[in-house]
């Protein structure tokens, strides 16, 4: 069992731990280093145990509101993907009919006979007007 030396507080203490947990270990006394440098900058020199035990509580609150956020957005998570569930496996709409009027040639074409003959018919009122 590899022995690792780490400081908190400014105090050297050699820990034990499991191979290959070094790093971790050494992550973990830098976390807790800055809390008790926090503390102790605050306070002046504590005992050891006061310095520890502070620390350790300032951890333990931080962890637990990033518990509490935790679940939070756990909670989210599992709603969005509840949501995103039901609107895979919920049956596609029917497509929506749209209908747009067309007007067939045919009526285009009648509608051009008819205004030639108005025009003609027209022009057969004037002559007749004029000549009277």
């Given at each position: 069992?590899?022995?690792?030396?780490?400081?908190?507080?400014?105090?050297?203490?050699?820990?034990?731990?499991?191979?290959?947990?070094?790093?971790?270990l050494a992550?973990?006394a830098r976390?807790?280093?800055?809390?008790?440098?926090?503390?102790?900058?605050?306070?002046?020199r504590l005992?050891?145990?006061?310095?520890?035990?502070?620390?350790?509580?300032?951890?333990?609150?931080?962890?637990?509101?990033?518990?509490?956020?935790?679940?939070?957005?756990?909670?989210?998570?599992?709603?969005?993907?509840?949501?995103?569930?039901?609107?895979?496996?919920?049956?596609?709409?029917?497509?929506?009919?749209?209908?747009?009027?067309?007007?067939?040639?045919?009526?285009?074409?009648?509608?051009?006979?008819?205004?030639?003959?108005?025009?003609?018919?027209?022009?057969?009122?004037?002559?007749?007007?004029?000549?009277?």
């Amino acid at each position: 069992m590899p022995n690792i030396e780490i400081i908190i507080g400014g105090r050297s203490f050699e820990v034990a731990c499991q191979p290959g947990e070094e790093p971790y270990l050494a992550a973990a006394a830098r976390t807790l280093d800055a809390e008790a440098s926090v503390l102790s900058e605050q306070n002046g020199r504590l005992p050891e145990t006061r310095l520890l035990l502070m620390s350790g509580l300032m951890l333990a609150d931080k962890t637990v509101g990033l518990e509490e956020r935790l679940k939070g957005l756990e909670a989210k998570l599992a709603e969005a993907s509840a949501r995103i569930e039901a609107m895979e496996t919920a049956p596609r709409p029917e497509p929506e009919r749209v209908e747009v009027p067309v007007i067939p040639a045919s009526v285009g074409e009648s509608l051009a006979d008819l205004a030639t003959r108005a025009e003609a018919l027209a022009s057969q009122v004037e002559e007749k007007l004029a000549g009277t």
